[in-house]
């Protein structure tokens, strides 16, 4: 049945050193779902304004993403705004208008509630608890937060985090959910509270995964062109969950792949302003890049 995504579709507007991109296609639902599409069929469930173009909507069947759950309500669609000045692991948000998005109680179809592979994006934790309770027995359940909810809804989030099998969160957050400086002792605070792995997503600086008494480093693919980092983290998302439900296996050499496959969907993902650098991909592309960077990291012992 593939993967399941629950989160935001949205219209940003985005300002980098290298130009600027208005009311584009974005969200953490969109950017995951057209990565993890190279790899299997993805279903989303979402919400939408009735200002939100059809061609978007279109766009996201011709990858063959599932927008049955997609919602289209009166009133807008969320907008995000936000300018990245050189170094782009830094932001500053201009503007955040909810609309729709403010009200949203996603409702999984009755057809979608046996999926085997969930992601719950970065929403508001007590609506991805809410999720949890209407899909049965999922194989396995991942999960996106952010620093506001770890600050907003500590309680509601740690709940969660008993329940999900894999956390995946950007390095700040893991610090704040932890409440460690040090990375590596704060993906083991944040096992030793319920999931049995943890990944953390460290931008240009590749990604850690961490699960038992085992780690494991992956470096960042080096792109000479990075024109919006804006949905890398949602990309690598996909990419991981993707390829996992794909296989239709977690074990842990599985795990290490679909690390790779992430970081190889956000590196196509950051070459182009919203979704365009996932666009247009042929499988051949995404398994040279998978071969680049498995040979960038290599050594002889």
Not at 74 to 86: C, H, K, L, Q, V
Not at 122 to 143: T, Y
Not at 255 to 260: D, E
Request: aromatic share 10%.
């Amino acid at each position: 049945m593939g993967v399941l995504v629950v989160g935001s579709v949205a219209l940003d507007s985005v300002e980098t050193p290298f130009g600027e991109a208005r009311d584009a296609l974005g969200g953490s639902a969109t950017f995951f779902s057209i990565a993890a599409s190279y790899f299997t069929e993805v279903s989303i469930v979402a919400v939408v304004g009735t200002d939100f173009p059809p061609e978007h909507v279109e766009f996201l069947q011709s990858k063959g993403v599932d927008t049955s759950g997609l919602v289209v309500e009166d009133g807008e669609t969320f907008r995000w705004a936000g300018i990245y000045g050189y170094d782009l692991n830094e932001r500053e948000t201009i503007e955040t208008r909810l609309n729709v998005f403010e009200t949203f109680r996603p409702e999984v179809p009755e057809r979608l509630a046996s999926s085997e592979f969930l992601f719950l994006a970065n929403i508001d934790p007590e609506l991805q608890l809410s999720v949890l309770d209407q899909v049965s027995s999922p194989k396995l359940v991942a999960c996106d937060t952010m620093n506001f909810w770890i600050a907003g809804k500590r309680s509601a989030l740690e709940q969660l985090v008993k329940k999900v099998d894999v956390m995946i969160m950007n390095d700040s957050e893991c610090r704040e959910l932890a409440g460690e400086s040090n990375l590596i002792k704060a993906a083991r605070k944040v096992l030793d509270m319920g999931p049995s792995t943890v990944v953390v997503k460290k931008g240009e600086h590749g990604a850690l995964m961490c699960g038992g008494d085992s780690f494991f480093s992956a470096p960042a693919f080096p792109c000479e062109d990075v024109f919006d980092p804006t949905g890398a983290g949602d990309s690598f998302a996909g990419g991981f969950m993707g390829y996992l439900a794909k296989l239709r296996d977690v074990s842990p050499s599985s795990l290490r792949r679909a690390v790779i496959f992430g970081t190889v969907m956000a590196s196509f993902s950051v070459e182009e302003f919203s979704v365009g650098g996932m666009s247009s991909l042929r499988m051949a592309d995404i398994e040279e890049r998978f071969r680049m960077l498995k040979e960038l990291s290599h050594f002889e012992p």
